[in-house]
């Protein structure tokens, strides 16, 4: 029997989002290796005139750049709320919360999706965890001026984690904040967590995306599951 091919399914999983995608929309358009799938697909529908009239609101410059090359017309975000926004994840609860940003994007990603009167998220199955954390660190956006104090602050919230690298230099996000990659530890009221982050100083922002997301499509080996909060 064959593995099934993960970015296949992936493929299939932003195919069912895009379906939510009617003319007329503004899409927040999501960041990362399964979102650039969705991004695609609307471009695609948008050629064939299955779409018409959809504008993008992208959350990175990558983005961005992806939509325009496929043809979606892209606007900068502004107060008027976006019907859909479809995006990844790097952690899945049983619930819909989320660990976003290990590529980098989260500031523009909540930005943007709060904003969304529905928010789609699209991932394979390794992404799905019992609990938030459980897999992957947690990225902490903060500001570049007295990092090193900010992360001693950090250190007293959760103290294993480590500033993230690009090479020998620290990964610069597109907003030139730089990220902080936690671990939580098994037990953490992650509510409390996000709060008690959110108060500390030097932080912009977290990775932490609770009671956001209305349904995710995951794609597993034997195909797409469509998820929605327990």
Do not use: C, W
């Amino acid at each position: 029997m064959h593995a099934p091919d993960l970015e296949a399914l992936k493929k299939e999983a932003a195919i069912r989002a895009v379906a939510l995608v009617g003319s007329g929309m503004r899409v927040g358009l999501g960041t990362g290796s399964t979102a650039k799938y969705a991004i695609e697909e609307i471009g695609r529908r948008l050629a064939a005139g299955e779409l018409s009239g959809v504008t993008g609101v992208a959350t990175s410059e990558a983005s961005d750049a992806l939509a325009r090359q496929v043809g979606i017309p892209v606007e900068a975000l502004d107060p008027r709320p976006l019907d859909i926004a479809i995006d990844g994840a790097d952690e899945i609860d049983p619930a819909l919360n989320l660990i976003k940003g290990l590529g980098g994007a989260l500031l523009r990603e909540k930005l943007t999706e709060v904003q969304a009167r529905q928010l789609v998220i699209i991932a394979d199955h390794t992404k799905l965890v019992t609990r938030i954390g459980e897999k992957a660190p947690l990225p902490i956006e903060i500001a570049l001026f007295g990092f090193l104090s900010t992360i001693e602050r950090l250190r007293a919230v959760l103290p294993a984690g480590r500033l993230r690298q690009n090479g020998a230099q620290p990964y610069v996000t597109d907003n030139g904040n730089l990220i902080f990659d936690a671990q939580i530890p098994e037990g953490h009221d992650i509510h409390a967590l996000e709060r008690q982050l959110k108060g500390t100083l030097g932080v912009i922002d977290t990775g932490l995306f609770l009671g956001m997301a209305q349904v995710a499509f995951v794609a597993a080996p034997d195909g797409v599951q469509e998820l929605r909060p327990q």
